[in-house]
C-alpha cells in the first residue's frame, strides 16, 4: 500500500481527557501520514499532553494553531513545543516582514516544515481570505513553504495553489463534517486530506480512517467519485 | 487618577516560570487596565497557569489568541478558559460565515467580549491585511465586537478604524520595542495602549507601567508628544 494521504484533526471539547484516548490515537497514528493538532488540544492538555502524544503517535504530528501574529509571539509560541512537532501552520495574510520571514527562519533552524494557509474550508473564507489568494500565493511562493493549506470545500482554491506551486505539499481541510468527501481534494491535486469530526464521531474510528485511505486509494488511480 | 488606558502583554520565552513572575504580574495588575496574554502564556503554562493569573490579577484579562480558524475550532479554542478570560482577540480576516458568527454568539452567551483585529503593528501588515482594512471593517460593522484592534505604528489605520465604528473600543499595539511610543496610539483615536517587552523587558516593570500611565494622561489632556 502506498502512503497514507491522510491527516488526521484532534481537536477535542472540553471535558474529553487525553488519556483514554491514546491508544486508538496510537492505532490512528499507525495507518495515516499525519495527526494535526491545535488550540483545543493546546489549552485542553498542554505540553504534558503533547509529550504524550508525541509518545504514542508514530505519525508526523502538525501543529496547527492557525499562527497569525507577529514574529516574536509567533516563535515563542512554538518554541516551547519544536521538539514535539513536525510541522507547523501558519496564516499567509499576515505578511514576511515582521511575522513570516522570521518563522520560517526559526522553523528551518528547527527542522520544522512550515505550512501556509491561502483558503479556508469555511463559507466566510470567500468574503475576505479567497479574494487575496494572489498575494498569499505571492508571499508563500516567496517564502517557499513545505506546505500549503487549501480546502476540499471550495477545490478551484486547491488547483489555483498547485498551479503557482507546483512543489509544494497541499494539505486540504474541509472533509466530512464540512461538505467534501474523500477524495475530492486529491482529485483537485491536494497532496493530503484532513479529516477530524466524521472520524472522531464514528464508532470506530480506525474502520474510519481505513475506509478513508481506500477512498484515497481510488482517488488516486483516476477513479471518479 | 481616571482609569487606565494601558492593557499588558505578558508573552514569556521559553524556561521563563510563572510562579516567580506572579507578584510582579499582581502588582501591575493593579495599575492597568487589563493584562494580555496569548499563546506564548498558554503554551507554556497551560490552563492551571491562566487559573493562577486570574487570581494574582485584578484587571481584565484579555485571551489574544489572535483566532483565525473555522467556527468549531475558535469556540473549542475558548470554551475551557472561558471562566477565566474578560475578552478575547481574533482575526476579523477569516470572516463571519462558519467562522467568526458563531464565536461571537458563543463569546455573548459566555459574557465574554471579542476584539478584532483590523490592522496589525509589523510591516508585513500592509502587504495584505491593511489593504483589506474596508472589508475587515465591514465585517467588524456587522459584528459589532466590542473592540478592535489596530496598531499605533500606524495610526491611519487607528483613524480609520476610529471613524467607522465610532462606539467600539480600540486597543493598539506596537508601543515600545515595536517603534510607537506610549500616547501615540491615544492621540490617534485609540482607547487603550499595548505594550509588551518594553515593560517585561526594564529593570523595573511597575515603575515602566507608571511612567505608561502618566504618558497616558498627558496624551488624554491633549498635550503634543
Same mark, same amino acid.
Given at each position: 500500500m502506498r502512503e497514507s494521504r491522510l491527516i488526521v484533526a484532534l481537536d477535542p471539547e472540553r471535558g474529553v481527557s487525553l488519556e483514554p484516548l491514546l491508544p486508538i490515537v496510537s492505532a490512528v497514528c499507525s495507518e495515516v501520514y499525519g495527526l494535526k493538532i491545535g488550540l483545543p488540544f493546546m489549552v485542553l492538555y498542554g505540553i504534558q499532553g503533547l509529550r504524550s502524544l508525541r509518545r504514542a503517535c508514530r505519525a508526523r504530528v502538525i501543529a496547527d494553531f492557525k499562527l497569525a501574529d507577529v514574529a516574536h509571539v509567533m516563535v515563542r509560541s512554538v518554541e516551547p513545543i519544536a521538539e514535539f512537532v513536525d510541522a507547523v501552520i501558519a496564516h499567509a495574510f499576515v505578511g514576511r516582514a515582521g511575522a513570516l520571514d522570521e518563522l520560517k527562519a526559526f +522553523?528551518?533552524?528547527?527542522?520544522?516544515? /512550515?505550512? /501556509?494557509?491561502? *483558503?479556508?474550508?469555511?463559507?466566510?473564507? *470567500?468574503?475576505?481570505?479567497?479574494?487575496?489568494?494572489?498575494?498569499? /500565493? $505571492? =508571499? #508563500?511562493? $516567496? +517564502?517557499?513553504?513545505?506546505?500549503? =493549506? #487549501?480546502?476540499?470545500? !471550495?477545490? #478551484?482554491?486547491? !488547483? =489555483?495553489?498547485?498551479?503557482?506551486?507546483? $512543489? @509544494?505539499?497541499?494539505? *486540504?481541510?474541509?472533509?466530512? @463534517?464540512?461538505?467534501?468527501?474523500?477524495?475530492?481534494?486529491?482529485?483537485?491535486?491536494?497532496?493530503?486530506?484532513?479529516?477530524?469530526?466524521?472520524?472522531?464521531?464514528?464508532?470506530?474510528?480506525?474502520?474510519?480512517?481505513?475506509?478513508?485511505?481506500?477512498?484515497h486509494e481510488r482517488a488516486l488511480r483516476g477513479e471518479l467519485e
Open positions: +522553523l528551518d533552524s528547527k527542522g520544522i516544515d /512550515l505550512a /501556509l494557509v491561502v *483558503s479556508m474550508s469555511h463559507p466566510g473564507s *470567500s468574503e475576505i481570505i479567497d479574494e487575496n489568494i494572489e498575494k498569499t /500565493l $505571492a =508571499v #508563500a511562493e $516567496a +517564502l517557499k513553504p513545505w506546505g500549503l =493549506v #487549501a480546502p476540499a470545500t !471550495r477545490p #478551484a482554491m486547491i !488547483r =489555483v495553489a498547485r498551479s503557482r506551486l507546483p $512543489a @509544494a505539499r497541499i494539505l *486540504s481541510p474541509g472533509i466530512g @463534517a464540512q461538505g467534501a468527501r474523500p477524495g475530492d481534494a486529491l482529485r483537485a491535486g491536494a497532496d493530503y486530506e484532513i479529516v477530524g469530526r466524521s472520524i472522531w464521531g464514528s464508532r470506530d474510528p480506525l474502520e474510519a480512517v481505513r475506509f478513508i485511505n481506500l477512498e
